[in-house]
């Protein structure tokens, strides 16, 4: 697999992520909308899963507390983000900040609980960043 290639994925997944939660009709229920959504997320991957030739009784053991954990987080950012868009945040800022925000937490994380290090030319860049996300955000 190309490295570029899951990068190309996220890209793409979350433009369409975020027009279609921002179009998100303000009359729908957000917890009926989110259930359609995992119907369609949930057979979706039900059927690659089945269509790539994998054995359930082999794979089910090697799953951990991670596969829970993420589902809850999934529902906190989708239900967020249509929240988030529903008090009237634009779609151009709204996502930056969050992204924004995850990204300076995940440095520290990424430091604290992996020790993972960064740069100074990484410092500064960050820098640069925060500096560009503080300026399209006013």
Not at 27 to 53: K, M, Q
Not at 78 to 89: D, F, K, S, V
């Amino acid at each position: 697999m190309h490295p570029y290639l899951p990068l190309v994925l996220i890209i793409i997944s979350n433009i369409f992520y975020h027009l279609s939660t921002k179009n998100t009709p303000n009359a729908a229920n957000p917890w009926l909308s989110l259930s359609v959504s995992y119907a369609v997320s949930f057979f979706s991957v039900i059927f690659a899963y089945a269509a790539s030739g994998n054995n359930l009784t082999k794979d089910l053991p090697q799953l951990s507390w991670t596969s829970i954990v993420l589902g809850f987080s999934l529902i906190g950012i989708e239900l967020g983000y249509i929240l988030l868009y529903r008090c009237g945040w634009k779609v151009n800022t709204g996502s930056l900040l969050v992204n924004a925000a995850v990204s300076l937490l995940l440095i520290f994380l990424g430091m604290m609980v992996y020790r993972e290090m960064l740069s100074p030319r990484q410092v500064i860049g960050v820098i640069f960043c925060l500096l560009g996300t503080f300026m399209i955000s006013k």
